[in-house]
T-cell receptor, first 114, second 114 residues
Framework: ETGVTQTPRHLVMGMTNKKSLKCEQH?????MYWYKQSAKKPLELMFVYSLEERVENNSVPSRFSPECPNSSHLFLHLHTLQPEDSALYLCASSQDRTVQETQYFGPGTRLLVL | KQEVTQIPAALSVPEGENLVLNCSFT??????LQWFRQDPGKGLTSLLLIQSSQREQTSGRLNASLDKSSGRSTLYIAASQPGDSATYLC?????????????FGAGTQVVVTP
């Protein structure tokens, strides 16, 4: 266990559905991240939050909407997704964004869009 | 633009053999390089973090080297065991980055047969 939990672990949704992914970290960290891992492709950074402020939006489509209500919780709201959005979505946290820090990853949410 | 490549994409070895995994990156201006392990359907576990000023890091049976000028890192796993079967990912952090962004390779899938 890395101290980062994600729910749900698996999600199947239609293209017209709205769903949310949840991430919680129990490490007292101040920075949180969303990554997307598609089959046979490298992990792609989607969003970075530092002290609850979004500091990076890596050209992600607006059908993905992040929310960070406090330093321990991070959400990814999904609406009108496409089949190509099917992937493993990973949350990570670190003490802060300084270069020395290791990022700790959650187990991921496996998303299938039909 | 930084590109991270891992060769081979897959590797199968008998138990007891040493493992050698390669990672190359195109831009040598990095803060650090990190090796992760990912088990099927799960998140990432950090194995070793090498700062740009370091040449290697060791943890138990694992040793990672870094040659920043040539854009290469190698992860050695001594006396492999079936429990070492996983996908191994390397990631670099650019020297110009201030957001905590990691650039990942696509990974090497390792199978250690009993």
């Amino acid at each position: 266990e890395t101290g980062v939990t994600q729910t749900p672990r698996h999600l199947v949704m239609g293209m017209t559905n709205k769903k949310s992914l949840k991430c919680e970290q129990h490490l007292g960290h101040n920075a949180m991240y969303w990554y997307k891992q598609s089959a046979k492709k490298p992990l792609e950074l989607m969003f970075v939050y530092s002290l609850e402020e979004r500091v990076e939006n890596n050209s992600v489509p607006s059908r993905f909407s992040p929310e960070c209500p406090n330093s321990s919780h991070l959400f990814l709201h999904l609406h009108t997704l496409q089949p190509e959005d099917s992937a493993l979505y990973l949350c990570a946290s670190s003490q802060d964004r300084t270069v020395q820090e290791t990022q700790y990853f959650g187990p991921g949410t496996r998303l299938l869009v039909l | 633009k930084q590109e991270v490549t891992q060769i081979p994409a897959a590797l199968s070895v008998p138990e007891g053999e040493n493992l050698v995994l390669n990672c190359s990156f195109t831009d040598s201006a990095i803060y650090n390089l990190q090796w992760f392990r990912q088990d099927p359907g799960k998140g990432l576990t950090s194995l070793l973090l090498i700062q740009s000023s370091q040449r290697e890091q060791t943890s138990g049976r694992l040793n990672a080297s870094l040659d920043k000028s040539s854009g290469r890192s190698t992860l050695y796993i001594a006396a492999s065991q079936p429990g070492d079967s996983a996908t191994y990912l390397c990631a670099v952090r650019a020297a110009t980055d201030s957001w905590g962004k990691l650039q990942f390779g696509a990974g090497t899938q390792v199978v250690v047969t009993p």
